[in-house]
């Protein structure tokens, strides 16, 4: 055949690019620059972990039947044959036992169900850490929180469907949160479950939900998520070359397709290797709900296992005002605690955008540590959630360990208020030494070991200069002074109307700056290379000095050339 045989894909494509601007659209997306870095695996973990719940979630409900009508089990699972349950109790059965590959798709289905919110909040700490939610990311931010809250939602909705005594357990819990609900309550429980619970339609109305509804609004946010880190660039970590201006990695086609191509495959071989050999969610063993019992050592998954938490541990308090009764004890740690993480976090970027007074944009990250008080408050969110995270399973740590289930709870109680204070004061400490140690190699150079004796009898330690990367990182951050509050008066003695907003404002800019380390400038780094001590840093690395001139705004990285041939620059 002659080379000259048009392609048979020629006039499709033409036709497309005539009329939409196929070819450059094409050209611009697919040579799109990616930074490197591991941390940033995470989202496509969450990512891959949602598309591999499409596809094993759509085996299953070729043969789930989402109903509560009462049958008689008949299937090959001998243990239960004759038993009365619900057709969807049976047919999750018949899928694990009578469905070739039916049970390794129902533990893929759970598993990746598990590292999908497991990712997205790993991949959110990543970014509360790292400082990626600020400007112009905070609409992201927000994405990235209704995202989770859905995830969560997704995750109990599909935990419900089998119909078992756990999962039953598990809605008998969501009915004791809607009748806590001041006034409405009961009347919330009856329109949900179709009448007193468990009734026979909770079932056919979470299926819906579940396959349709929920797993369409996530991936719409997904697509919008997706659609703001090309529309923004990605962040990236300091380095040399790497600006606000720019972004320092690979292209997309072939480098980074190739690349994440690769993972997912090695993401869903993971996650099949789990399903086939970690067994999770045995509901043969709890066998059908039944309102009268309860499963003894029973758990929610591990994503709610916080707010089972907080019910274990919240006081008896409840109030009965003209006749109803009011149940704080589950309204406040049911509702109040998932509104909370939503509140809070939906809030946070706006907040330290008021306190700091930094409007400007920021594609570079933080280095953990160079934020002490947010660090700090996230480590305190982290041990609150891991405080209640252990009260979900106070019986099970009573049984264990043999200790007083009541000890734990009343421990628990006062933990939950006293722990994240001492780990927000201890984060905070590690986070300003770690400055301390980062800041004294910046101005003396790296400690090589070696003691040398001066002709005059003075003893010194040689310290060798700190590799280019390394200085870069640690001097790239911003200098970060309080927010003055003034007199509260102009200069023709008019009062300032919003003083005190200002003055509640700069006390909240001391909190998070009064004690933090700043970025040597370049005269402290000439004094310190001319003391005769890291004399070696001030003839060999002169990036700390380049970024100490800039005091971390940009202006010392516009004199360092990019980075490694490896990689491309997008500006």
């Known amino acids: 055949m002659s080379s000259a045989t048009p392609h048979p894909l020629g006039k499709p494509l033409e036709f497309l690019d005539d009329r939409i601007g196929l070819a450059k659209l094409v050209k611009k997306n697919i040579r799109k620059v990616f930074p490197d870095h591991w941390s940033f695996l995470l989202g496509e973990i969450a990512l891959y972990s949602f598309i591999i719940l499409l596809l094993s979630g759509t085996f299953l409900t070729l043969w789930f039947k989402p109903s509560m009508q009462e049958v008689v089990y008949s299937g090959p699972y001998l243990p239960l044959r004759g038993v009365h349950m619900s057709e969807a109790f049976s047919s999750t059965l018949h899928i694990s036992f009578g469905v070739r590959g039916g049970l390794l798709m129902r533990q893929i289905h759970h598993w990746s169900a598990m590292l999908f919110i497991g990712a997205m909040t790993l991949h959110m700490l990543r970014t509360f850490f790292t400082g990626a939610f600020r400007k112009p990311r905070e609409l992201n931010w927000l994405l990235g929180t209704i995202l989770l809250q859905l995830g969560l939602v997704e995750g109990f909705t599909g935990y419900s469907l089998p119909d078992d005594l756990l999962s039953g357990t598990g809605l008998r819990f969501i009915e004791g949160l809607l009748r806590a609900f001041p006034v409405v309550g009961t009347y919330?429980?009856?329109?949900?479950?179709?009448?007193?619970?468990?009734?026979?339609?909770?079932?056919?109305?979470?299926?819906?939900?579940?396959?349709?509804?929920?797993?369409?609004?996530?991936?719409?946010?997904?697509?919008?998520?997706?659609?703001?880190?090309?529309?923004?660039?990605h962040t990236q970590f300091p380095g040399p070359g790497r600006t606000n201006q720019n972004v320092v990695g690979y292209p997309l086609l072939p480098v980074y397709m190739a690349k994440a191509g690769g993972f997912f495959f090695i993401v869903f071989g993971v996650t099949a290797?789990?399903?086939?050999?970690?067994?999770?969610?045995?509901?043969?063993?709890?066998?059908?709900?039944?309102?009268?019992?309860?499963?003894?050592?029973?758990?929610?998954?591990?994503?709610m296992g916080w707010v089972e938490g907080g019910l274990r541990i919240m006081p008896n308090w409840e109030t009965h005002i003209a006749g109803f009764t009011i149940s704080w004890n589950i309204f406040i740690p049911g509702f109040g605690l998932l509104g909370l993480m939503a509140v809070v976090l939906a809030l946070y970027p706006f907040i330290e955008s008021w306190v700091t007074g930094d409007r400007r944009e920021h594609h570079l990250l933080d280095r953990p540590r160079n934020q002490p008080v947010r660090t700090a408050f996230g480590v305190a969110g982290m041990t609150f959630y891991g405080l209640l995270w252990i009260g979900?399973?106070?019986?099970?740590?009573?049984?264990?360990?043999?200790?007083?289930?009541?000890?734990?709870?009343?421990?628990?109680?006062?933990?939950?208020?006293?722990?994240?204070?001492?780990?927000?004061?201890?984060?905070?400490?590690?986070?300003?030494?770690?400055?301390r140690a980062d800041r004294d190699r910046l101005l003396h150079g790296r400690e090589t070991g070696i003691v040398m004796r001066a002709p005059n009898g003075e003893v010194s330690e040689i310290h060798a200069p700190l590799d280019p990367e390394e200085a870069w990182a640690i001097a790239s951050h911003d200098r970060q002074e309080p927010l003055e509050v003034g007199s509260g008066v102009d200069a023709h003695g008019v009062a300032d109307p919003h003083f005190r907003r200002r003055k509640l404002r700069a006390r909240a800019s001391r909190f998070y700056f009064s004690d933090q380390?700043?970025?040597?400038?370049?005269?402290?780094?000439?004094?310190?290379?001319?003391?005769?001590?890291g004399h070696e840093l001030a003839n060999g690395n002169g990036?700390?000095?380049?970024?100490?001139?800039?005091?971390?705004?940009?202006?010392?990285?516009?004199?360092?050339?990019?980075?490694?041939?490896?990689t491309r620059s997008e500006h």
């Open 188 to 233: 919330l429980s009856y329109f949900v479950f179709g009448g007193a619970f468990p009734g026979d339609v909770v079932i056919p109305r979470l299926y819906p939900v579940h396959i349709l509804l929920l797993p369409g609004v996530i991936l719409a946010l997904i697509t919008a998520h997706l659609a703001l880190v090309v529309y923004h660039k």
């Open 273 to 303: 290797l789990m399903g086939a050999l970690f067994q999770l969610n045995p509901v043969w063993v709890y066998g059908p709900y039944n309102p009268s019992q309860v499963g003894a050592g029973t758990q929610p998954d591990w994503y």
């Open 392 to 435: 979900g399973g106070n019986d099970i740590l009573a049984t264990t360990f043999h200790l007083s289930i009541n000890a734990i709870t009343w421990f628990l109680r006062f933990a939950i208020f006293i722990g994240p204070v001492i780990a927000f004061l201890i984060t905070k400490r590690i986070c300003i030494g770690l400055q």
């Open 517 to 533: 380390l700043q970025v040597p400038t370049k005269a402290e780094l000439e004094a310190a290379h001319g003391n005769g001590h």
């Open 543 to 566: 990036h700390a000095r380049e970024l100490a001139e800039g005091n971390g705004h940009g202006e010392g990285t516009k004199q360092v050339g990019a980075g490694g041939g490896s």
